[in-house]
């Protein structure tokens, strides 16, 4: 916990990626819990510290804000969408600086890759005082039967959600229904953008340029698993 | 009457068709949504502590085309030119990188005038082929088409500038930037030169083979000096940059001449972006999956050579 403590006030975002454990009692989960916990608590008395997840990480945000499990299957591994936006996105600040043709290409244009198993239904969130409360949902998305939510930002915290996966469109080249068009890696690139304009806002700092240094992912080289995997490299720790 | 006019027309449009770069864009054909380019490698710069081998490849270049949505393959130097044509028609584009070595007589600049020699003859031929040149990439293509070095110095070794913008010209590469963007830089120091010699804008004039073959896009002075910051070919799919779109995103040393603000970062993206979207007219690829796996830079573990190394991570060949 100290360990964590002295981590989140020496960065100024955290990333929740996807994947496949538990996000009820994991290592994970537990990690994703005390971050959470101190971004809100910073958030609220003025440290603006963003929070992102992606797929997996989605879900545990919902799971960490509701404090429920309210998931439903979904017909959703493998295949690429586009966004049923809101009407939220007007105002919301993700979306903000995108350019008008790049939004409507996403909305006619299967850009997002959704590789899940599990989704967040519509119904649920709606009916789910926590989290329509704390959430704003600003994309849907349909397996045919379940509407349900692809995109969200908390109404009143610097923390966002995608179900989908913008950060393959740019660098995962293993599975065939992930796009690669130039408006799939432009929405990769303009979503990443955005987060570390977040980022940006947060002024916390290693408290020295060796710890720095020494905390980098610069340290760690992945390994190649794109033959076997669906991953092209992979970090292992 | 009829079939002689629609002959003229047809022999016209040809025309047309060949000055534009018609037959060369491929038009029809879909485009190459999985583009892999070519990054070549240099020799080994002398002190280097972090040194293995005989050469290496600055990782900012290859972060700089995989964030805009490309695989990349090390090109060795070293290589017998039948091996680098081999390479050349596997891959969808070349990118020269900046460095210090003689672009004249290096392995460096012996495989880039190979790959520059495959490129003409290649797109000549329909076979679109392009090739990014950044900063010493840039300098090493004005000397392969002069075919001397014209290079002058200037005083640019460490600091960030906006671009003069050629008026009035329509250039593919800056086509494809928002206007804002262009905006920002003309007016704000986002480009970050690195370089003690640059092409000036006088003998860049008064070289007919230069003046031919490229067309200038942007401009900037040293106090005393017009040099050509950015420039692409007439007739081929050739650009290059005497400045440093990928170290703005990728390179944190404190220098001058660095810069991290978001609007470079977009630069940074829509320069490799429009030249990956070129790339992707190229429809070349590996005979095999296994032989393309076995090129790949994922092979590769780039070094880290601390925060304070102009190159945070290189990696090393061979």
């Keep these: 916990m100290e360990e964590y403590k002295k981590l989140f006030n020496s960065i100024n975002g955290i990333l929740y990626p996807g994947g496949g454990v538990s996000i009820i009692s994991s290592g994970y989960e537990r990690a994703a819990k005390i971050f959470y916990e101190l971004a809100i608590e910073a958030n609220s008395r003025g440290d603006y510290f963003p929070v992102w997840g992606t797929c997996l990480g989605f879900e545990q945000l919902m799971y960490l804000t509701s404090e429920k499990t309210i998931l439903l299957q979904t017909n959703t591994s493998g295949m690429a969408l586009p966004l049923n936006f809101t009407n939220e996105i007007k105002d919301s600040r993700m979306f903000k600086d995108f350019p008008a043709e790049l939004i409507e290409d996403l909305a006619t244009e299967a850009l997002t890759e959704n590789s899940h198993k599990w989704s967040l239904a519509v119904l649920t969130h709606n009916s789910n005082e926590e989290l329509n409360m704390f959430y704003k949902v600003l994309s849907t998305n349909t397996d045919g039967k379940v509407e349900f939510v692809s995109t969200v930002e908390a109404y009143d915290y610097p923390i966002y959600g995608t179900q989908w996966h913008p950060e393959k469109n740019e660098f995962e080249w293993t599975r065939p229904y992930i796009p690669h068009s130039p408006s799939a890696i432009k929405t990769s690139f303009y979503l990443a953008q955005f987060f570390v304009s977040e980022a940006r806002k947060n002024f916390h700092k290693f408290e020295s340029e060796d710890e720095e240094s020494k905390a980098l992912i610069y340290n760690y080289n992945p390994v190649f698993t794109g033959p076997k995997s669906g991953f092209e490299q992979i970090y292992f720790f | ?318």
């Design chain 2, 1 to 318: 009457m009829c079939r002689s006019a629609a002959a003229v027309l047809a022999v016209l449009t040809a025309l047309l068709c060949a000055m534009r770069q018609c037959a060369a864009a491929g038009r029809n054909q879909p485009l190459n949504y999985r583009p892999i380019i070519g990054v070549l490698a240099q020799e080994n710069i002398p002190d280097d502590q972090y040194a293995h081998g005989f050469s290496y490849i600055a990782a900012s270049y290859v972060k700089f085309l995989e964030g805009a949505g490309a695989r990349v393959v090390p090109v060795r130097i070293n290589r017998t030119e039948e091996e680098y044509a081999h390479i050349f028609n596997a891959i969808n584009g070349l990118l020269l990188p900046g460095g210090d070595v003689n672009i004249q007589t290096s392995q460096y600049s012996r495989a880039a005038k190979i790959f520059y020699d495959l490129a003409l003859k290649a797109n000549d031929a329909g076979d679109y082929f392009p090739i990014w040149g950044t900063c010493q990439g840039f300098q090493q293509l004005s000397v392969l088409t002069a075919n001397k070095n014209l290079l002058t110095i200037t005083d640019t070794k460490a600091v960030a500038l906006p671009l003069t913008l050629t008026p009035a010209q329509s250039s593919r590469l800056f086509r494809s930037f928002p206007k804002d963007l262009l905006q920002s830089l003309a007016v704000e120091n986002i480009t970050g030169n690195f370089h003690k010699w640059s092409l000036s804008l006088q003998n860049y004039s008064r070289n007919a083979k230069l003046k031919r073959f490229y067309k200038v896009l942007s401009t900037n002075n040293d106090g005393k000096k017009e040099f050509i910051s950015t420039m692409e070919a007439h007739r081929y799919p050739f650009y290059a940059v005497q400045w440093h779109p990928e170290k703005t995103p990728f390179e944190w040393v404190d220098k001058p001449g660095m810069t991290h603000s978001p609007t470079a970062i977009r630069v940074s993206f829509y320069t490799s972006s429009f030249f990956i979207s070129e790339a992707m007219k190229n429809q070349h690829h590996f005979p095999s999956l296994v032989e393309e796996e076995r090129a790949l830079i994922y092979n590769f573990s780039p070094v880290f050579r601390g925060i304070n190394s102009i190159f945070i991570q290189n990696y090393y060949f061979d």
